[in-house]
T-cell receptor, first 114, second 114 residues
Framework: DADVTQTPRNRITKTGKRIMLECSQT?????MYWYRQDPGLGLQLIYY???????NKGEISDGYSVSRQAQAKFSLSLESAIPNQTALYFC?????????????FGPGTRLTVL | AQSVTQLDSQVPVFEEAPVELRCNYS??????LFWYVQYPNQGLQLLLK??????LVKGINGFEAEFNKSQTSFHLRKPSVHISDTAEYFC????????????FGSGTQLTVLP
């Protein structure tokens, strides 16, 4: 089935380490997004990409960077992880040719920074 | 800019009872509105959406929502809930147009009691 997958699903790391979270999709969608979810705060947009050559900052991009390696792959990096980056991270996709702004989510990566 | 308020962070309800989850938004432009559901340890799944047309929209699993422009609301309802409806529910808004980002509410945890 066409899907959005995220690896790893869980990660525990230490302060100062570099971490990469990966997202792949088989939906053929052109747009991809990274969100973080904190209890009681809903989802906050970190970065988004409308195509391979188009990367945009979201509302909370500080401390994060992204790479769109191909239409189907969008990675999120934490260059030097800190404890307040402990959260649940979601990747999502949407299709320019589909219903406007309807996004499809991966299963999430639970990141803990000690 | 736009924002979403979900007034109830937790809603407990007995099985087979009706439920309403409230969502209010603010926006200076025309909007699209969405409800997503997140089951434990899963990503978000689209329940229903309002893009245009009839203000009463029906979604999956027997849920429906009504867009009320004058009250800037998009409340989610189900006439009879099941144990399996226990999940977190997120309301989201975007400006109309295909290049608009989703803004999420903080979520409502629905717990269905036997």
């Amino acid at each position: 089935d066409a899907d959005v997958t995220q690896t790893p699903r869980n990660r525990i790391t230490k302060t100062g380490k570099r971490i990469m979270l990966e997202c792949s999709q088989t939906k053929g969608h052109d747009r991809m997004y990274w969100y973080r979810q904190d209890p009681g705060l809903g989802l906050q947009l970190i970065y988004y990409s409308f195509d391979v050559k188009d990367i945009n900052k979201g509302e909370i991009s500080d401390g994060y960077s992204v790479s769109r390696q191909a239409q189907a792959k969008f990675s999120l990096s934490l260059e030097s992880a800190i404890p307040n980056q402990t959260a649940l991270y979601f990747c999502a996709t949407s299709d320019t040719k589909g219903p406007p702004n309807e996004q499809f989510f991966g299963p999430g990566t639970r990141l803990t920074v000690l | 800019a736009q924002s979403v308020t979900q007034l109830d962070s937790q809603v407990p309800v007995f099985e087979e009872a009706p439920v309403e989850l409230r969502c209010n938004y603010s926006s200076s432009v025309s909007v699209y509105l969405f409800w997503y559901v997140q089951y434990p340890n899963q990503g978000l799944q689209l329940l229903l959406k309002y893009l245009s047309g009839s203000t009463l929209v029906k979604g999956i699993n027997g849920f429906e929502a009504e867009f009320n422009k004058s009250q800037t609301s998009f409340h989610l309802r189900k006439p009879s809930v099941h144990i399996s409806d226990t999940a977190e529910y997120f309301c989201a808004v975007s400006g109309s147009g295909s290049a608009r980002q989703l803004t999420f509410g903080s979520g409502t945890q629905l717990t269905v009691l036997p």
